[in-house]
């Protein structure tokens, strides 16, 4: 290399950089039956989630999501996202649970849906990212060692 490089742009001329690079527009990915597809996790509970154009029924393993999530906080965590970016009732919602209680469920959908709505409409990403909805909660319950009581509770200590 006979020619020696001192500023920034003759190691672009060299190279033959682009002075910018413009990101390419994601594209939807959406089936064949007009379904966007993801997977949504949260303590042991996996919910696998499609949503779909419609009037906005969302149904948790063959019963309406009402029906399901009995308490007001688990159906009001399931519609966060739809509200985050203001299409309530512009989706159908497809999902199956499996694991965990029904609050971990209800996270697990959370996250199945907000995954399912980047995947469906890429310009959302960024409300939901803010948000915190496409963030998988990593917080599960702490494994029982041996010789305690639970995780880190002893047994009673007793001298006598």
């Given at each position: 290399?006979?020619?020696?490089?001192?500023?920034?742009e003759d190691l672009k001329e060299l190279t033959g950089a682009p002075d910018a690079v413009e990101?390419?527009?994601?594209?939807?990915?959406?089936?064949?039956?007009?379904?966007?597809?993801a997977t949504g996790r949260r303590k042991g509970a996996v919910a696998r989630v499609w949503i779909?154009?419609?009037?906005?029924?969302?149904?948790?393993?063959?019963?309406?999501?009402?029906?399901?999530?009995?308490?007001?906080?688990?159906?009001?965590?399931?519609?966060?996202?739809?509200?985050?970016?203001?299409?309530?009732?512009?989706?159908?919602?497809?999902?199956?649970?499996?694991?965990?209680?029904?609050?971990?469920?209800?996270?697990?959908?959370?996250?199945?849906?907000?995954?399912?709505?980047?995947?469906?409409?890429?310009?959302?990403?960024?409300?939901?990212?803010?948000?915190?909805?496409?963030?998988?909660?990593?917080?599960?319950?702490?494994?029982?060692?041996?010789?305690?009581?639970?995780?880190?509770?002893?047994?009673?200590?007793?001298?006598?």
């Open positions: 290399m006979s020619e020696e490089v001192k500023t920034l990101a390419a527009p994601v594209e939807p990915q959406i089936d064949d039956l007009g379904r966007s597809y779909k154009p419609g009037p906005g029924k969302i149904t948790v393993n063959g019963r309406d999501a009402e029906v399901y999530f009995a308490r007001p906080v688990l159906q009001m965590m399931i519609k966060q996202p739809f509200e985050t970016v203001e299409r309530l009732g512009q989706y159908d919602v497809m999902c199956t649970v499996k694991g965990g209680g029904l609050s971990g469920q209800a996270g697990a959908v959370r996250h199945g849906i907000s995954r399912a709505l980047t995947l469906y409409e890429p310009t959302l990403r960024s409300k939901l990212k803010v948000g915190g909805f496409l963030t998988r909660d990593s917080r599960v319950v702490e494994r029982k060692k041996y010789g305690k009581r639970k995780a880190r509770r002893s047994f009673q200590f007793s001298k006598r």
